[in-house]
């Protein structure tokens, strides 16, 4: 078999699959993905509700991730970068924390007795410093424990757990507890702290429709099962059969459990997120806002720090709350009533736009998560596995994981060619 006939099917048009197929289709594969939803991205979307531009849960693109760098690259998907920096929310007021070499507020607020001590922000020096200056692998190896029992370590103070880490580290995790593994805290940090945090122009959405471009994508297609047989690998769609030299299922974890049979990480952590349509001015601040989880742990002035989210006059403000096992309605009215202690009154003036829960954003990281990570052999000749499962439930993993598959893929095509002498 030649490389340049090699045909692939890819399951699944999330991050996963359509790096899968983007490093295929531009080492001359022909790839086809096939998509059950009604559109890329998995759990990367955007959409337009009333003229503003929502993500399907609030997440952010961190730039340093080196798949994205090595799969979009400097300038090839306009980003609006973030704030470093997070504007901690309590009753007596506001305090930002940050990086106090990007952020000047930051840098006024160093040492501020609202959240860290003289000696937390000698800590922050130490921890920021061991993160940076260590090999980027060294970091996901070595001993693994939570990121409470890590931080723990440097001797952070309380108030630098529930005012800061817990509300910051809980909205990138999920999980206010800091029960993730220290590995990936450490990693996530490092990516912060190399590149800061931002969003793409158009929306989180734009990464996945940035990969997809000249791909051959087959929406609504929803794959059932999956056989392999005589060098050949067939899919079976509803009432079609299509076959392949090579098959990649890049579904979410549970889906690739039922179709092949693996063993996948365990366990989901999800939010439910409130959109709201403000009047403009009612808060300046662009950084993330950081909440005591009563029940808000985070909130986003969204169209502060990119106008085009929002129409002419309104602002477009996101807020999540962790887990999900309150019902929306009384979700809404809960964050309704904190943001009153925030805003007062002007609340009445916020529209909602959205409420949306998202029971699987990513499986539990916790200690020892990386041995738990599926591989991406199947035991199906010629059908390989690309997903968050193999390689860690974020947009690194997922990206990384699609890299992986399509590289199994083309090495073993040429293997397989050279030793046919094509
Ligand atoms: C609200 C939220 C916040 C997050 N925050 C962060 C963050 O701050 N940082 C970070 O790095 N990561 C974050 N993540 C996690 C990150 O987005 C995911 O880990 C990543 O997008 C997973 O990509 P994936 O391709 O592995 O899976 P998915 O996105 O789940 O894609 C799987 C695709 O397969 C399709 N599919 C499933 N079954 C079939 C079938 N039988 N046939 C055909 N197609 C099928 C699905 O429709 C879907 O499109 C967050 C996720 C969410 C939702």
New binding site residues.
């Given amino acids: 078999m030649s490389q340049e006939r090699l045909s692939v099917l890819v ?7 359509l790096a899968a197929a983007r490093v295929l289709h531009d080492a001359g594969t022909e790839v086809r993905v ?4 009604d559109g890329v ?4 979307r955007s959409d337009r509700v009333d003229g503003f531009l929502i993500d ?5 693109l ?1 730039p340093a991730y080196p798949s994205y760098r090595r799969l979009i690259g400097r300038g090839g998907l306009p980003l609006v970068m973030l704030p470093s920096g997070a504007a901690v929310r309590q009753a007596g007021g506001t305090s930002v924390v940050g990086d106090p070499f990007r952020d000047r507020d930051a840098r006024r607020d160093l040492i501020n007795r609202d959240v860290f001590s003289a000696a937390d922000v000698m800590r922050l020096g130490a921890l920021a410093a061991s993160v940076r200056l260590a090999p980027l692998a060294s970091l996901l190896t070595g001993p693994d424990e939570t990121a409470e029992a890590y931080l723990r370590r440097f001797g952070f103070g309380e108030r630098a757990f529930e005012r800061f880490f817990r509300p910051f580290f809980g909205g ?1 995790f ?1 999980d206010r507890s800091l029960g993730t593994s220290a590995r990936v805290f450490r990693y996530y940090l490092r990516m912060l702290i190399e590149g800061g945090a931002a969003r793409p122009v158009g929306g989180m959405g734009a990464l996945p429709a940035r990969l997809a471009q000249g791909l051959d994508v087959m929406l609504q ?4 099962s999956i056989s392999a047989d005589g060098g050949r690998v067939t899919v079976n769609l509803d009432g079609e059969a299509v076959t392949a030299d090579r098959v990649v299922v ?3 974890p549970a ?1 690739a459990q039922r ?1 092949l049979g693996v063993g996948v990480p365990k366990g989901s952590k999800g ?1 439910t ?1 409130v959109w709201f349509d403000a009047p403009e001015g009612v808060d300046q601040e662009a950084r993330i806002l950081l909440g005591d989880g009563k029940p808000i742990n985070d909130a986003t002035w969204i169209s502060n720090a990119d106008k085009g989210v929002a129409p002419a006059g309104r602002a477009l403000l996101s807020v999540t709350v962790l887990g999900t096992e309150r019902d929306e309605g009384e979700v809404e009215t809960a964050v309704r009533s904190a943001l009153e202690a925030w805003y007062g009154e002007q609340v009445n003036a916020f529209k909602t736009l959205a409420v949306r829960t ?1 029971p699987h ?2 499986f539990a990281q916790p200690p020892g998560i990386h041995g738990l990570l599926a591989s991406p052999q199947t035991g199906l000749p010629g059908v390989w596995l690309a ?2 499962a193999t390689r860690g ?6 990206l990384a ?1 699609g890299e992986q598959a399509a590289a199994a893929i083309l090495q073993d095509a040429n293997v397989l060619g050279r030793a046919r002498g094509t």
């Fill in positions: 399951i699944g048009a999330g991050l996963a699959g096939l998509e059950a939803g991205g998995g759990r990367v399907r849960g609030f997440q952010v961190f990138i999920l297609a929803n794959v059932r890049a579904t979410d889906e179709l939010a997120y998202i954003a990513q997903s968050e439930s974020s947009i690194q993993g997922a994981s």
